[in-house]
């Protein structure tokens, strides 16, 4: 199978630190997902000596290399242009999230996928991390009951970052690019059953970065009658020893289920509290090429990728009106077609490739 | 200083614990805040051997005792009705939170308490916990620049409670009850700068106990632009080594406080992380009196319980409509008159003699 890399703004390593253990892979190239973008300098760092060919065009190079998969991580505004078109291509997609950073990119990109020509994953790989694998296999092994009640934090270092994060226009927002995270985490734990959203975010603190928002609050609704927040910042300091702190707790009759430090701990009623045990750690990228080889399914769906991504934005809409936003999926046959965002969340896509 | 207990369901061992250390205080009665409530087991098992007199009526103990203060701990519902009768007689109050479980009950004990007759004091301690307390100090002083960012939680054993907790109104519900403490701690750090409340709460997996609500979540903007949330629940496991997991978390520009395991940590950008300095424990109780005796102010207002009550209150009301309610104190002069609140919050209140 043959790879290129479009753009590298975003976390290519998650396709190229796996490249060792997949000799079905082949990287036949790499270019800036726009001209503006200076991959060649992360190309000189990285990967001349591995010889993967330079081009200044993505299109050039999709053309000459006829690639089987893309990974695409322009700058952010960019990812869903150009995912769009290699789907379009019949080439396959790991895509950088947010897939998109408006809904009508996103319409956009999911017309792309509903041609069912290739297989579209997004980089939210924490259903591959072997800590909050081992909370999600705890919630749906029933050890915690319903789940009622969850919290969940982001937090990263801000340190300088690329005058793209300054813009909301070229970054698209620190909900859709650090939140998106943990609401993948609550759609993932809840079924998927969220709502409605209420937020608020801020740029104060933010160092210099322009329209960048340094830290926020998600609130959300679930559909059991159980409710969720999210606390996102880029208030990590920069001595701490990892970039981020990932935590979340999911609160139920029979028990809570907790992610922090890297490590899952229960609380059940009936035992002393327990380390969960974690599986080996799993290589999205390597599991994604595996479903386009050998049609398993990944653990997140292109329909759920869709409607994570969808709920990122529209959380990020509740907090620039500072007004609740419903997530509740129109009722099938009643598109909104009133141009504010005529995206069903969960609606079937066409045949996902990718599962 | 002669002190009377009227009603012994919620934590009279606030002030009960500091008796030895407390000589110019003498208990000279004990009553249930109603014909209903059981105090006189309480005061079999913990009093009798003390030869406080037990009255089956509190109105007939503070003719006949005139005790100088009252600690006041019936149902929740009859807790600002009582401590306004005893405000009315210039008798002092420390009362179980929530000082009242509707906005009418609250405007009535605001009334009484601006008479300028007595101080009243509610039993919401945490200003007085020795990390809560150097979390705080660690905000004063700046060290984490401007918090723009918090998120607290309170979780809770259930155990099996009362019928009065089963009955919203004799309860008044888990968010005046269990939240308002999270709530006191943001209106702490944030120096009372909550703008709106949205919340949600629900009464599933509450094993039996009717309409207590059994979990939740709240979200506040913040005047600065920032915003806080609050999960709260009863799902603490019975096996738990500790009753609460309180915990909080405070992030700024400059740093990130928190509270956990009733220790405070400081991360802040130019050192290693490191546990905050704890005073000695101070009871609020104890400081209550003094602040009787010697017009020292307390660290929590007879003003600030008023506004963070009404918080709490008007939380509850959010969680109920299921919509955004403002927190917004009316600009002075155009106080409501629609009867749907008519409280400004923080508003100065006759002569707080307790501070």
Avoid at 41 to 66: C, G, H, K, N
Avoid at 194 to 222: D, I, K, P, V
Avoid at 301 to 319: D, N, P, Y
Avoid at 322 to 332: G, K
């Amino acid at each position: 199978m043959k790879a290129a890399i479009i753009g590298t703004s975003g976390h290519i390593d998650l396709a190229l630190e796996v490249r060792d253990r997949m000799p079905q892979l082949t990287f036949v190239g790499v270019a800036p997902g726009s001209a503006d973008e200076d991959a060649r300098e992360f190309y000189v760092d990285q990967l001349e000596a591995s010889l993967i060919p330079f081009y200044d065009d993505y299109r050039r190079m999709l053309d000459r290399e006829t690639p089987d998969l893309a990974v695409v991580a322009p700058f952010f505004f960019l990812q869903s242009r150009i995912a769009a078109e290699c789907l379009e291509r019949g080439i396959h997609v790991f895509v950088e999230k947010p897939m998109a950073v408006s809904l009508e990119q996103l319409e956009r990109l999911r017309r792309a996928h509903a041609q069912g020509k290739a297989a579209l994953c997004p980089m939210l790989s924490y259903r591959y991390h072997p800590a909050f694998h081992a909370a999600w296999r705890a919630i749906r092994d029933g050890l915690i009951g319903e789940p009622l009640l969850m919290s969940a934090q982001k937090s990263y270092k801000l340190g300088t970052r690329h005058p793209m994060y300054t813009h909301r226009a070229t970054y698209g927002g620190t909900i859709p690019w650090v939140a998106i995270h943990a609401i993948d985490w609550i759609y993932w734990f809840s079924g998927g059953r969220l709502t409605e959203a209420t937020a608020a975010h801020t740029q104060a603190g933010n160092r210099g970065h322009g329209e960048m928002e340094s830290a926020g609050s998600c609130f959300y609704r679930l559909a059991n009658g159980g409710s969720a927040t999210v606390s996102f910042d880029y208030f990590r300091p920069g001595g701490a020893p990892t970039h981020g702190d990932d935590r979340v707790r999911v609160a139920g009759e029979k028990g809570i289920v907790e992610v922090v430090n890297g490590e899952a701990v229960l609380l059940a009623h009936d035992a002393a509290p327990r380390r969960l045990e974690k599986e080996e750690p799993l290589s999205l990228f390597q599991e994604f090429v595996r479903s386009i080889e050998e049609k398993t399914p990944l653990r997140i769906s292109a329909t759920e990728a869709f409607a994570i991504t969808e709920i990122a934005l529209r959380t990020r809409e509740a907090a620039d009106t500072r007004a609740p936003v419903s997530l509740r999926a129109a009722p099938a046959g009643t598109e909104r077609t009133d141009g504010a965002g005529a995206v069903p969340l969960a609606r079937s896509t066409g045949t996902p490739r990718a599962g």
